[in-house]
C-alpha cells in the first residue's frame, strides 16, 4: 500500500506513526498524517494551505489541540484506519498508475476524502468560509 510513496512522503508516514505514538494513540488516523505533513513543512502543502485562505500555522495548532492524548498502552502495533487507506487511494489515482506520491498528492487527498478529524479542521480553518476547503488547482 505505501510503496509508491517518495522519498518525502514516506518521511511523513513517519512522521504520522510518531505523532501517534507520541500522543499513546493505537492507530494511524487522516488527523495524524494531516498532522506530520504540516509539521514537515512542505512548501507545496503550505501553498495550498494558503491557496484555501487557511493560515499554516493556525492549522497546525488545531490539529495539535485535536490530537489530543490517549491512554498509557503497550506498543503491540498500530493500525492504520480504513480512512487513511482511502485517502492513500485517492492519492495513488491522482499519482498516475506510475507516479511516486507525493505530500501534495496526500494533502489533497484528505480534502477530497472530506471526512473526519482532519477535514473538518481544514474546513474551520481560520480565514475559510465554512465549507470552503476544497481540492485547488
Known amino acids: 500500500?505505501?510503496?509508491?510513496?517518495?522519498?518525502?512522503?514516506?518521511?511523513?508516514?513517519?512522521?504520522?506513526?510518531?505523532?501517534?505514538?507520541?500522543?499513546?494513540?493505537?492507530?494511524?488516523?487522516?488527523?495524524?498524517?494531516?498532522f506530520a505533513l504540516l509539521?514537515?513543512?512542505d512548501e507545496a502543502v503550505d501553498r495550498r494551505l494558503v491557496e484555501l485562505c487557511a493560515d499554516p500555522n493556525a492549522v497546525r495548532a488545531a490539529v495539535r489541540?485535536?490530537?489530543?492524548?490517549?491512554e498509557d498502552r503497550l506498543w503491540d502495533g498500530i493500525l492504520v484506519t480504513p480512512r487513511v487507506r482511502s485517502v492513500?487511494?485517492?492519492?495513488?489515482t491522482?499519482?498516475?498508475?506510475?507516479?511516486?506520491?507525493?505530500?501534495?498528492?496526500?494533502?489533497?487527498a484528505i480534502v477530497a476524502e472530506g471526512g473526519g478529524i482532519a477535514a473538518e479542521l481544514l474546513r474551520q480553518a481560520p480565514?475559510?468560509?465554512?465549507?470552503?476547503?476544497?481540492?485547488v488547482g
Open 94 to 108: 491522482a499519482a498516475g498508475p506510475k507516479g511516486e506520491i507525493e505530500p501534495l498528492q496526500l494533502f489533497d
Open 1 to 34: 500500500m505505501f510503496n509508491r510513496f517518495s522519498p518525502s512522503a514516506k518521511r511523513v508516514l513517519r512522521a504520522a506513526e510518531q505523532a501517534c505514538r507520541n500522543h499513546n494513540h493505537y492507530y494511524v488516523g487522516v488527523e495524524h498524517l494531516l
Open 65 to 70: 489541540r485535536a490530537l489530543g492524548t490517549g
Open 88 to 92: 492513500v487511494r485517492l492519492a495513488e
Open 127 to 135: 480565514g475559510n468560509s465554512p465549507g470552503q476547503a476544497r481540492v
Open 39 to 41: 509539521e514537515e513543512h
